[in-house]
């Protein structure tokens, strides 16, 4: 059973950063591209995402404060992020992308003040 654990999340003030991490099982690292969701309210969106070949794209939410990347040796993805604003607080999940049917527990983000 495929097995994400996310870790990072905590409580920030507006304009802060965070780095989250995501240890992801071999059989997924290795064979799809890599993203970050985040679960609002009512649904949960896209973040950005990481191809095998580094090849990167973002929501437009966060394009250009927020940076993914991965690390081969330790088959974890991390999710840079900067200037963040209350919009940000959420659940952050990894994942594969297109999404497969098994979720982590997340982590949480707060960013107020």
């Known amino acids: 059973q495929v097995q994400l654990v996310e870790s990072g999340g905590e409580w920030v003030q507006p304009g802060g950063s965070l780095t989250l991490s995501c240890v992801v099982p071999?059989?997924?690292?290795?064979?799809?591209?890599l993203a970050w969701y985040r679960q609002i309210p009512r649904e949960r969106e896209f973040v950005a995402r990481i191809?095998?070949?580094?090849?990167?794209a973002y929501s437009g939410a966060v394009k250009g404060r927020f940076s993914i990347s991965r690390d081969d040796a330790r088959k974890t993805v991390h999710l840079e992020m900067t200037n963040l604003t209350p919009e940000d607080t959420a659940i952050y999940y990894c994942n594969s992308r297109p999404a497969g049917d098994t979720w982590g527990q997340g982590t949480q983000v707060t960013v107020s003040s």
């Open positions: 071999e059989s997924l690292f290795s064979s799809y591209t």
């Open positions: 191809s095998r070949d580094g090849t990167t």
